[in-house]
């Protein structure tokens, strides 16, 4: 017994630099800035006044917070939608013997390696250039396809991790599996919907949660792309808080907004994590 706390505690040594950047780069700023959104503070003057639950009130009733608001869930739900039956397909040939295999797998991480603000600049090249003589204008510049133009970008961008943990995925299912339907006549459809579906579940848990809260708070990508434009078409809810914070000078409204959100995102997640861990099957 004292030898397992002994290997604990080492263990944990390790973990204190890491531990220590963490409360003084995120938990001591999180935490010494909720009171901000009770204030009225603009971002720059020293003082400022407590205003109680006035920006909250407010929140509930604004309606600038609406379009945001639609175009965060439009993007959420189509990035999360898309990107995972893209990287789950993908995963699928990949998981095959051929020749190339490596290649491919290379070819489709490498875009995650690049940053958002770069790879935002690459495609407003493609968009306004290349394809330009194709859709007749850049994808960024018209308010009916600026939101499908930032979800291609964020596909190409962040496809290959959710391609990578699917891959993991499938090779932990075992073949046993597959052999004794193949056996019994099933199909592959039923396959795919009776066992790799129920064996992926801890696969899905990741690559949903994470990808849908994600993107339910992009920010980089959006400001880089479109800066929220044309006509706040493109704008976030994480935008829209990056706004109220710079531009128009109301931070502690700001504040309120994020720690809204902040709820939000974390009862999302939270939901849907406990939703796929309930569907997990012992391999």
């Known amino acids: 017994m004292k030898k397992r706390v002994k290997t604990n505690l080492e263990y944990f040594v390790f973990l204190i630099p890491s531990l220590i950047l963490f409360v003084f780069c995120v938990i001591y700023p999180f935490l010494s800035g909720i009171h901000l959104a009770f204030t009225d503070w603009n971002g720059i003057a020293p003082t400022y006044n407590y205003v109680g639950l006035d920006n909250f009130i407010q929140l509930f009733s604004d309606k600038q917070v609406l379009e945001p608001l639609k175009n965060t869930l439009i993007y959420g739900f189509g990035v999360t939608i898309a990107n995972n039956i893209i990287a789950l397909t993908l995963a699928s040939v990949l998981s095959k013997k051929f020749r190339g295999q490596a ?6 991480f490498i875009p995650l390696s690049i940053s958002v603000v770069l790879a935002s600049f690459v495609w407003r090249y493609i968009f306004a250039n290349l394809l330009n003589g194709i859709t007749g204008q850049s994808l960024l510049g018209a308010k ?3 939101l499908v133009g930032i979800i291609i970008i964020s596909l190409w961008n962040n496809l290959g991790s959710n391609t990578m943990i699917y891959i993991a995925g499938l090779a932990g299912i075992p073949k046993d ?3 004794a339907a193949m056996i019994d006549g099933a199909g592959l459809l039923q396959r795919f919907r009776y066992i ?6 801890p696969s899905f848990s990741i690559c949903i949660t994470l990808t849908l809260t994600s993107s339910l708070r992009e920010f980089g990508l959006v400001l880089a792309a479109t800066g929220g434009g044309p006509a706040g078409s493109s704008e976030t809810f994480a935008l829209l808080i990056y706004n109220y914070m710079f531009k128009y000078s109301r931070a502690g409204y700001a504040q309120a907004v994020s720690l809204v959100f902040m709820v939000v995102l974390v009862a999302i997640g939270l939901l849907l994590n406990r ?4 569907r997990e099957v012992e391999a």
């Open 103 to 108: 290649f491919f797998k290379t070819i489709f």
């Open 144 to 146: 009916s396809t600026v």
């Open 177 to 179: 599996y597959e052999e």
């Open 196 to 201: 790799t579906i129920p064996m992926l579940m």
């Open 275 to 278: 939703y796929f861990r309930n």
